[in-house]
């Protein structure tokens, strides 16, 4: 078969760059019964420079360090696997075949392509089966459609036992996971890091349409304008059993702490940590207290879920602070290192909390770096900047006393504050009683 024009394209580009290298993988034939084996990032952009090879069987047989994505192609980044033009357009180029992590890892992948739509490390798929990947310490930034593993997961795709964490950036249909997920199936998946977006973010999914999701859970935090969810920002006609999210959820409007807007879809046995989240209000689901959440749970929360083969209670508070894990997560890695690597950062929760007026934020960063520490209303609004310089690596502190931008005082409710350094980022919430 001839290389299309795209393809021929991506080789030349990928010639003229010495930094990428493909290298076919040493075994394997892309078949179900003996998929390529990949085993190295030369392995990776391989797969990536045809797409020849995106209807083909892949497993992963060893971690993958991808940090040096961040200078690829004048520091763009990783180029999502998968073309899509639009709704049934002939140029579509999909991935429609199967990649198994082996619950291997890829560390460290970066996309800078703020302008380009469908960033991930897939950009498109139809009829894929992804799992047992996990993606750590990911940095992604697109357009629209926009999520760390998928860009758009299309009809008949399937997902399960995945796991993200991060930060993924976007405008429109922006999801930890995944950007826009479409008649398709998700189950047994995790989104550790944070969610950025103008219109439709979610700690998991952006958007989402007839589709399926149960068995997840989303922890990061979400910050947009329209339609901003804990789980998944907008989702129509879909089905959503025994999920959770837990992470600060800040948005203009409609704002949830599991979705930000649902319409036809069915929910059942699915809740969020009104508590975390700072928000009481959700599009579906049923919100719970910190303590009805975590272990020895509340007596009406995750009921009916299966705590023998599915999930696991965190009894001694040292795997996901006292939330459920998924089963299969237990054991992957040593439990000191399970909690999610999102940056490398440290920001600890304000004291005193609650407060009046006065309070003191500390934080550490690992080098020595520009630092922005900013406090917000729950509406995302931006309140007061803390810290805005260059600092020493180490411990640090911040006082706030309860007032605006403009030195006036504010008044009592629930705020966030919001740390930055190196491109990443940590958020908590405080609490301004008078």
């Keep these: 078969m001839k290389h299309s024009i795209l393809s021929i394209l991506i080789l030349i580009s990928a010639a003229m760059l010495f930094c990428q290298n493909a290298l076919a993988p040493s075994e394997g034939d892309g078949s179900q019964a003996n998929p390529y084996q990949i085993e190295t990032m030369e392995n990776l952009f391989w797969m990536y420079c045809s797409e020849e090879h995106w209807d083909k069987n892949y497993i992963q047989i060893a971690d993958i360090d991808a940090t040096e994505t961040s200078s690829w192609f004048e520091s763009s980044g990783w180029i999502p696997i998968g073309v899509y033009e639009g709704y049934e357009e002939p140029d579509n180029l999909p991935f429609t075949g199967q990649y198994d992590g082996q619950d291997h890892t890829i560390s460290g992948l970066s996309i800078d392509r703020p302008n380009d739509d469908y960033a991930g490390f897939f950009g498109y798929t139809l009829g894929a089966a992804i799992r047992n990947l996990e993606l750590i310490d990911m940095n992604i930034t697109g357009d629209r459609c926009v999520g760390g593993l998928v860009g758009i997961l299309f009809t008949g795709s399937t997902m399960e036992n995945c796991r993200v964490s991060g930060v993924v950036s976007g405008y429109d249909n922006v999801g930890c996971l995944v950007g826009w997920v479409s008649t398709s199936t998700i189950t047994g998946c995790v989104a550790m890091g ?161 407060f009046n007026p006065t309070t003191t934020i500390s934080f550490s960063i690992p080098k020595d770096d520009k630092v922005e520490l900013k406090v917000y209303n729950i509406k995302g609004q931006l309140v007061k900047t803390l810290v805005n310089d260059h600092l020493e690596a180490g411990m640090h502190k911040a006082v706030w006393n309860g007032d605006n931008q403009s030195g006036k005082n504010v008044s009592s409710g629930i705020y966030l504050y919001r740390l930055e350094s190196g491109g990443k980022s940590k958020a908590q919430k405080m609490l301004l009683l008078k």
């Design 194 to 354: 944070e969610t950025i977006c103008h219109n439709n973010g979610g700690g998991l999914a952006g958007f989402c349409l007839e589709t399926t999701i149960n068995n997840s859970y989303a922890t990061g935090d979400v910050f947009g304008n329209w339609y901003v969810g804990g789980f998944i920002g907008r989702m129509l006609n879909s089905q959503i059993a025994k999920i959770y999210s837990t992470g600060v959820v800040m948005g203009e409007n409609s704002a949830g702490g599991l979705f930000g807007y649902n319409s036809g879809s069915s929910v059942e046995s699915s809740y969020w940590d009104v508590e975390t989240s700072g928000v009481d209000v959700s599009s579906g689901g049923e919100g719970r207290t910190t303590e009805e959440m975590t272990y020895p749970h509340g007596s009406d929360t995750y009921l009916d879920w299966d705590f023998i083969d599915v999930w696991t209670a965190d009894t001694k508070y040292n795997l996901n602070n006292g939330y459920p894990v998924l089963s299969y997560t237990v054991g992957i890695q040593d439990e000191q290192d399970f909690m999610p690597p999102v940056s490398g950062l440290m920001l600890c929760q304000n004291s005193p909390n609650p």
